[in-house]
C-alpha cells in the first residue's frame, strides 16, 4: 500500500505563488507516473498535470499550461507542483496521486490518492 501526503496548501491573493509537495511511502516511488488533481466546492475533480517516473515527460491540462510546473524529487520520494499567478479560479482542493501500472501516456487511472490539501485564492 502507498501512502501519499501532500502539504502546503493554503491562502494566497491573486497573482501570488504556492508549492504543493506530495510524499509518497514506499520504496518503488521511482516507478509510478505522478498526477496532481484539484475539486472546487460544487465540482467534479478535474485533472492538472501528470509527470513520469523518471520526471522526463509532463502533460498538463490547458488551463493550467504556463502557470503550474511539476517536478519530482526520487531521491526524496516527492513530487511538486509549484503554482504562480494563481487565479480565483484554482481555488480547490489540490489531490496528488499514483499511477504504478503505467501502461498508458497519459493515465486513465490512478491507483492511490491522498487526502488532499486546500489551496484558496482570494481576489
Known amino acids: 500500500q502507498v501512502q501519499l501526503v501532500e502539504s502546503g496548501g493554503g491562502l494566497v491573493q491573486a497573482g501570488g505563488s504556492l508549492r504543493l509537495s506530495c510524499a509518497a511511502s514506499?520504496?518503488?516511488?521511482?516507478?509510478?507516473?505522478m498526477g496532481w488533481f484539484r475539486q472546487a466546492p460544487g465540482k467534479e475533480r478535474e485533472f492538472v498535470v501528470v509527470?513520469?517516473?523518471?520526471?522526463?515527460?509532463?502533460y498538463y491540462a490547458d488551463s493550467v499550461k504556463g502557470r503550474f510546473s511539476i517536478s519530482r524529487d526520487n531521491a526524496k520520494n516527492t513530487v511538486y507542483l509549484q503554482m504562480n499567478s494563481l487565479k480565483p479560479e484554482d481555488t480547490a482542493v489540490y489531490y496528488c496521486?499514483?499511477?504504478?501500472?503505467?501502461?498508458?501516456?497519459?493515465?486513465?487511472?490512478?491507483?492511490?490518492w491522498g487526502q488532499g490539501t486546500q489551496v484558496t485564492v482570494s481576489s
Open positions: 509527470i513520469s517516473n523518471g520526471g522526463g515527460r509532463t
Open positions: 514506499g520504496r518503488s516511488f521511482s516507478s509510478y507516473f
Open positions: 496521486a499514483a499511477d504504478p501500472h503505467r501502461r498508458t501516456w497519459p493515465p486513465v487511472a490512478y491507483a492511490y
